[in-house]
């Protein structure tokens, strides 16, 4: 909402020669954000100007903006992993009309409210409480997305509902949640070392919000912030969705100090009032304990106990049929391409225009550093939320309880699939998303775009490599991969090719991805890891998640970090040997075939699933026939044909097209090729 107020007078002049700033949309004792235009997109962005950072001299001015830009490095994978992270597009200074200098942040413009506001509003409109299940799938986005940040040692430190944001009914199933603010309370830690405390008006400024503060905010007697501080705030807002009321009381600092302190009251949710399972009130007294030893370690630990204790795992299944599972395979197939440096080229109609290659950015120029911050901007401020009167909870109706598949952006579990993994699988959330492309460049193989609902599943981090499939072939169980076969192989072709099989050297080649397996083979080996070969839209999921990027990592090009395609390097291999090959990208990524498995860490998917481009194509459950119209759940492809899909492009690729996730080719299940191996996934 809009307000005449323009404390920055700001309305109506030009930041950055692109930014036309319109008004205001809210104000606090540290920032002030703005609407405004971008003058060359034409579209809305929100700009942050912090304001409490203004007091400076010039020599500490190059130290807080460092620190912006510091942050912002740590946390531009997050960003790109996560939809629930908001979205910044540029940083900067200003110098204000009346000579003020301060930091800002464009960010991505969001159509909602708060979650703050959203329970103030349902409070005054006699709404019913969320039970434990509602109030978990609402915050399960807030928590992957810190589960993300944890699994790098990165911490919020200022969790609470106003740094929330609804896009949309927060009532509807899949409604859309964005975390706000992250990084800033680290800035402002840094500030006030570089400068002490902030003296402004309008209440005392900190660098989190001590109505959601953990003790060790309060006191570091209690020992140092970090992942564990988050944990403790996620806990403290579930508790007080499902009761109704402030978890905290105390109108004063030390109020508020002393109450969260307080180790014989812990704002649980029986303690609030709220009735809640055994197993629940046990999990959420664990996250809110005074000790930051006791907690959990990260909101990932929080979560999974919480999945455990909401959506106990029930031995029945359900059974969802794909409505698409009758497709007929077309009367004529392309000729296969031979994945990964075979003597053939590819069909001429399976070329395309290669992806331009992306520049590196200005380090202050749009999207150059992804920092993400908030919309809100009363979080720094002691102030409070009045208590919310408890509504009696009742049986969810037609109208409230979550129905359909969970939230794309969010990690949901079903009551028949296990909340838990086993190790070395990263469990991908249940949703929607789009399968296949309609872009203009798209083949038509991957044509039309179509949507696809999957309940959660696991899929391997990593595609299986040579010392994995050695334990099961020595024990009998899998056949040994040692050579290359396909149709009308030559000998010229098996002297160059199979020597790349990499279980020839089993010790050299231990970390590598297991190649020169036929598909019985790979099933074979899935099913005595009592796991499967994934559905071709569960592989796609993996790669690419439901907001519809080009690539697993986002939108940008492929280079020589993201993955192992055809660089210097392979192009050198190919003429050594003979060939020629043409290279994905000028530059050498290390490896002049294979690489070992989990090589390129900034190639990872949202879900954190690596090499699921490149490296090797992958085999998947899926007989191949072509995509239809039609939306379906949980498909499966056809019950028969005559090739299984094969995805994801291999370490000798050349074109960029190869290796986004929606591309899909396809080969004989017989087949097993230098170029092809495989990952499992499992319920």
């Known amino acids: 909402m809009t307000t005449s107020r323009d404390p920055l007078q700001l309305i109506g002049t030009t930041i950055a020669d692109k930014y036309l700033v319109e008004s205001v949309v809210g104000e606090g004792g540290f920032a002030v954000v703005y609407k405004a235009m971008h003058l060359v997109w034409k579209r809305p962005v929100a700009i942050k100007a912090f304001r409490a950072l203004g007091d400076f001299s010039e020599e500490r001015r190059g130290q807080l903006i460092d620190a912006f830009i510091q942050e912002g490095a740590l946390l531009g994978e997050l960003s790109e992993r996560s939809a629930a992270i908001v979205q910044a597009r540029d940083v900067g200074t200003i110098t204000t009309p009346d000579g003020r200098w301060m930091p800002y942040m464009v960010l991505e413009w969001l159509e909602g409210a708060t979650l703050d506001a959203v329970l103030e509003k349902e409070q005054k409109g006699g709404a019913r409480l969320r039970d434990a299940e509602q109030a978990m799938t609402l915050l399960e986005p807030v928590a992957e997305a810190l589960a993300l940040a944890h699994d790098k040692g990165i911490a919020h430190r200022d969790v609470k509902p106003a740094n929330v944001f609804v896009l949309g009914d927060a009532r509807r199933s899949g409604v859309g949640i964005k975390l706000l603010d992250f990084g800033i309370a680290k800035v402002v830690q840094d500030a006030q070392k570089m400068a002490g405390s902030f003296n402004q008006t309008g209440g005392n400024i900190t660098s989190f919000t001590p109505a959601y503060g953990a003790p060790e905010q309060f006191s570091r007697s209690y020992g140092a912030t970090g992942p564990w501080t988050d944990v403790y705030a996620l806990a403290l807002i579930f508790s007080e969705i499902v009761s109704g009321r402030a978890a905290i009381d105390g109108a004063s600092l030390p109020e508020l100090a002393y109450a969260t302190c307080d180790k014989t009251r812990r704002p649980t949710p029986r303690t609030l009032g709220a009735a809640v399972s055994d197993e629940v009130e ?109 509504v009696p909870v009742a049986a969810p109706s037609a109208s409230t309880a979550p129905t359909g598949p969970a939230s794309s952006s969010s990690a949901v579990a079903t009551p028949d699939r296990p909340a838990v993994c086993p190790a070395g699988m990263i469990r991908i959330p249940g949703g929607r998303f789009f399968m296949g492309s309609d872009e203009r460049d798209a083949l038509d193989l991957e044509r039309p775009a179509h949507q696809v609902t999957l309940r959660s599943y696991c899929m391997d981090e990593l595609e299986v490599n040579v010392e994995s499939y050695k334990k099961c072939s020595d024990q009998g169980e899998c056949k040994r991969a040692r050579d290359n076969e396909w149709e009308g192989i030559t000998d010229k072709e098996r002297k160059a090719f199979d020597p790349l099989c990499n279980g020839r050297d089993p010790d050299g080649k231990a970390k590598h991805p297991i190649n020169c397996v036929d598909w019985d083979m790979a099933t074979k080996y899935c099913a005595w890891q009592k796991k499967r070969l994934p559905t071709e839209a569960e592989w796609e999921f993996s790669a690419r998640g439901p907001d519809g990027r080009k690539f697993p990592w986002g939108d940008e090009a492929p280079t020589a970090a993201h993955l192992n395609a055809c660089g210097k390097e392979c192009v050198a291999w190919n003429k050594a040997h003979g060939m020629v090959a043409q290279a994905m990208y000028d530059a050498d990524d290390g490896f002049a075939t294979t690489a070992p498995v989990g090589s390129f860490a900034p190639g990872k998917s949202r879900y954190g699933v690596q090499d699921v481009v490149g490296n090797v194509w992958e085999w998947t459950s899926d007989w191949h026939a072509p995509y239809t119209v039609d939306s379906s759940v949980e498909p499966k492809g056809p019950d028969k044909g005559e090739d299984r899909v094969i995805r994801g492009g291999g370490w000798n690729g050349s074109e960029a097209a190869w290796v986004r996730p929606t591309f899909r080719y396809h080969d004989v299940p017989t087949k097993r090729s230098h170029g092809v191996g495989f990952r499992c996934a499992a319920d």
């Open 282 to 390: 046990a999990v959420l007294a664990r996250a809110l304990a005074v000790n930051p030893g006791e907690r959990f370690a990260s909101a990932g630990e929080l979560w999974r106990a919480l999945r455990g204790a909401v959506r106990p795992s029930v031995s029945t299944r359900t059974s969802l049929t794909p409505s698409s599972a009758s497709a007929r395979l077309p009367a004529s197939m392309p000729h296969p391409i031979r994945p990964m440096g075979t003597l053939e080229t590819m069909d001429p109609a399976m070329t395309s225009k290669r992806a331009p290659k992306s520049a590196t950015g200005a380090i202050l120029g749009v999207a150059g550093v992804a920092l993400v911050a908030a919309l809100g901007v009363g979080g720094f401020v002691l102030t409070r939320r009045p208590p919310r009167l408890a």
